[in-house]
């Protein structure tokens, strides 16, 4: 009986071994008729249904005798292998049967992600780039990254942002660094341009901006997005054009929220405005906050680049408070360029670029003063040590830094049932590290009790949180990234 078994074996591998392979899709099988294990016929659109989607391609599972294969599952990624089974009498399976995942996990094969399925629904397979299982410190994950260069440029082309996110209902808007916006569902990936006129607010801008002999002006553009729920509104920040002094600052653009249409206007910018700076330095994170508005302000590197300093009562360097009607007073003082902002009841935490290291994450309290650009804990680009890295009693310390710089970014407290051990952990994105840092905060939220890594691969620019709990993040390189919990989750 064994030997009989051998030869079936090696006589079906050698049947399958073919000089030409076809991958499965719907329009590779149209001449294929198929059977199911109920003995319904499978031909044509049909096959849709049985069509598995791997890590490996897609795949049709078939029910074979126990000769062929002993665990009576056959996995076949070719129009050719699945044609020579169905010959031999395989029937086909259903691929998300029992009995099919343990074959495929037997064998090494990992099969998307359902709700990762349902979004290739409305957007092209080759879209997508998948890595599972990635090693988090409380959870693993699967981090999905789906191809919008279609629509937004790279950040390689210009070191300008891709795009920014943010959660509304079920959908995903993704806010172009020039102003285009386009929306994502997140049931079935329905893809979708949402008409506006912010990308022409943004081109009459006139941007043109050299530092130290260097064309900058394809930096500027969109600071963030951030949606009031409360007020249904969305808040755009972004580099805007004084036309009068022929200079430019930081502003702050409104529109009401509506699906279809988002017509923005000018409603605010800071008393700051320079011909030439570094926008990258420029903060812009807006959140809303006590009947008004939060927002970040950076130096515009104007201490480095050109040796400027920085006065108490100019907006750089600020974080403002804005009310309803616009008007701002500033909220704490002495950063430097503060990337990220989120606000957990009445406690507000920032993220903010070091120089040449000390990355921080700041608890921002009114009135109080951080210390840049005397105290840092790093070096200037020249490596020179001058910053005080002991903040004097006068300035606040960081609960936490970060030396070497990752390119600290966004930052969001998570709450979801996803990932149900994280929940309340602060999440820190990174560009040049490109990794989220999940970290804990002590029972008296003042310090920082643990520090985990989830390695995304990409630079990340912002970060949100969808509807179902899973991350949804801007990446630097046109990625919308989606972050889900594995299958082979920690127990």
């Known amino acids: 009986m064994k030997s009989i078994r051998l030869v079936l074996t090696v006589f079906f591998l050698i049947s399958f071994c073919s000089n030409s392979s076809t991958p499965i899709s719907v329009s590779s099988l149209n001449d294929i008729v198929g059977s199911t294990t109920n003995k319904i016929e499978i031909s ?10 791997s890590n490996d391609g897609n795949f049709v599972a078939l029910r074979v005798d126990s000769e062929i294969d002993p665990d009576g599952v056959l996995i076949v990624f070719s129009k050719e292998d699945l044609k020579n089974g169905i010959e031999e009498g395989g029937r086909v399976m259903n691929p998300l049967d029992r009995n099919v995942v343990d074959k495929m996990a037997v064998l090494g094969i990992i099969p998307l992600p359902v709700d990762i399925l349902s979004l290739q629904k409305n957007i092209e397979p080759s879209k997508f780039s998948i890595e599972f299982n990635v090693q988090g410190d409380f959870h693993n994950s699967d981090v999905t990254k789906i191809d919008f260069t279609e629509y937004f440029t790279k950040y390689t082309s210009g070191l300008l942002p891709s795009f920014f996110v943010e959660s ?57 997005s951030s949606f009031d729920e409360k007020n249904n509104l969305i ?25 279809a249409n988002l017509d923005f206007s000018w409603v605010y910018n800071i008393d700051d405005c320079y ?75 920032s993220t903010e670029h070091g120089p040449f290291g000390g990355d921080e994450l700041n608890i921002v309290l009114q009135g109080r003063n951080y210390g840049w650009p005397s105290s840092a804990y790093g070096f200037t680009y020249g490596l020179e040590n001058i910053y005080e890295l002991d903040h004097d009693a006068k300035y606040e310390e960081p609960i936490y830094f970060f030396t070497p710089s990752i390119g600290i970014s966004e930052l969001t407290i998570y709450k979801g049932s996803e990932f149900p051990r994280w929940n309340d952990f602060i999440f820190i ?60 989750d920690i127990p």
């Open 429 to 488: 994105t990174s560009l040049k590290d490109m990794t989220i840092y999940t970290l804990k905060l002590d029972s008296g939220g003042t310090s920082i009790i643990h520090v985990g890594e989830i390695y995304i691969g990409e630079r990340i620019r912002d970060i949100t949180i969808a509807k179902d709990g899973r991350l949804v993040l801007a990446g630097d390189l046109g990625s919308l990234i989606v972050v889900n919990r594995t299958d082979k």
């Open 44 to 53: 044509n659109s049909n096959w849709q249904e049985y069509i598995g989607k």
């Open 168 to 224: 509304i209902h079920d959908e995903i808007f993704m806010f172009g660094g020039m102003g285009n916006i386009v929306k994502m569902s997140m049931v079935d990936g329905t893809v979708q341009e949402v008409k506006t006129n912010l990308n022409q607010i943004i081109q009459d801008q006139e941007y043109t901006s050299i530092v130290k002999g260097s064309d900058y002006s394809s930096r500027m553009g969109l600071r963030d």
């Open 235 to 259: 808040l755009i920040t972004a580099i805007k054009k004084d036309f009068t002094k022929n200079c430019f600052t930081l502003g702050v653009l409104s529109a009401e929220f509506n699906t």
């Open 275 to 349: 011909e030439n700076f570094n926008s990258h330095h420029a903060g812009g994170r807006i959140k809303e906050f006590n009947d008004g508005y939060l927002l970040t302000v950076g130096d515009f590197k104007l201490p480095e680049d050109f040796k400027l300093e920085i006065g108490e009562e100019s907006h750089l360097g600020k974080i403002l408070f804005l009310d309803r009607g616009w008007n701002s007073d500033i909220y704490s003082s002495g950063h430097r360029n503060p990337q990220g902002l989120v606000i957990n009841g009445e406690t507000i935490l």
